[in-house]
């Protein structure tokens, strides 16, 4: 029952923050709904037994790159209404009901195919605990190669940054 | 007594992805879209995670890292395209942008 319920209740308010980042007319409130949804995955993560993620998830994600999209909102101003006219006639309901017939139909596919998932992917017996030690000795061994290849990345998008948002007009002396 | 099986985590996942994929599709302001990129990244790290516990491997974990790693990356430049639009056109609109238009 309690594993039922640690599903459930952080699974309804990922479906529930995830509906306020699409629906909501304020950035703001779109913004709360993104922190709402990674915050109930990392309790998800949590029951999964990765334990190290959802702290990482917390940090990174519900910290680092939410406070970023608030410095933007508020760098670009909220109270701008949002452009709706459409550009091709009933745009929004043409991609809704495309994409969820298409989900319908693969979701019957699946379920209506017979095969035995169980048979050629089975489940472990034992569970793995995601703890720092464990993932440091992967990452450090067998993945240390993209893990270098990463801070590359990491420099690169800096420095990209930074050379797109400077400004030359602001920093010229009076 | 219902046991929560994998399934039911690829579901939440495929859910998620297709509520991120359907804002992508329907919202015109940059930075709503980029959230909708956050929630299909999140999506994608979940069925990482649900994947690690059913197989009982610790690969699914680190793949979680470099997506996050990644998102972050382009979650940067991606704000700093935004800012530099909006001191030109002063609107996050995408439809707006038509300056690459052939």
Same mark, same amino acid.
């Given at each position: ?61 519900? +910290? ?8 933007? @909102?508020?760098? @670009? +101003? ?11 006639? +009933? ?11 298409? @989900? ?30 464990? @993932? ?39 | ?55 009982? =491997? ?40 038509? =300056?690459?238009?052939?």
């Amino acid at each position: 029952m309690l594993e039922l319920l640690l599903f459930a209740v952080p699974a309804g308010l990922v479906i529930l923050g995830a509906l306020i980042v699409i629906f909501a007319k304020n950035p703001v409130h779109n913004s709360m709904g993104l922190v709402l949804t990674l915050a109930s995955l990392a309790i998800i993560y949590i029951t999964l037994n990765a334990t190290f993620v959802a702290m990482v998830q917390m940090l990174v994600y519900a +910290g680092a790159v939410m406070t970023l999209f608030l410095f933007v @909102i508020m760098m @670009i +101003g909220v109270d701008k209404p949002e452009q709706t006219r459409e550009e091709i006639k +009933g745009q929004t309901l043409l991609v809704s009901g495309t994409l969820f017939i298409l @989900i319908g139909l693969v979701s019957y596919v699946v379920v209506n195919s017979g095969f035995n998932w169980d048979l050629y992917f089975p489940a472990v017996e034992y569970s793995l605990e995601g703890t720092p030690d464990l @993932i440091a000795a992967s990452l450090f061994t067998e993945w240390v190669l993209p893990f270098e290849i990463i801070s590359i990345l990491l420099i690169v998008a800096t420095a990209a940054a930074i050379a797109l948002a400077y400004d030359t007009k602001v920093r010229k002396p009076k | 007594m219902i046991e929560v099986s994998t399934d039911w985590y690829l579901t939440l996942a495929a859910i998620l992805f297709s509520i991120g994929f359907l804002g992508m599709m329907i919202r015109r302001n940059a930075l709503i879209m980029f959230m909708c990129i956050e929630l299909m990244l999140n999506s994608v790290n979940l069925t990482f995670i649900t994947a690690s516990k059913h197989f009982g =491997t610790i690969e699914g974990q680190i793949s979680v890292f470099f997506v996050l790693v990644v998102a972050a990356a382009e979650v940067v430049v991606g704000l700093a395209i935004i800012v530099s639009i909006f001191k030109k056109q002063s609107s996050a609109s995408v439809d707006l942008l038509r =300056t690459s238009r052939g």
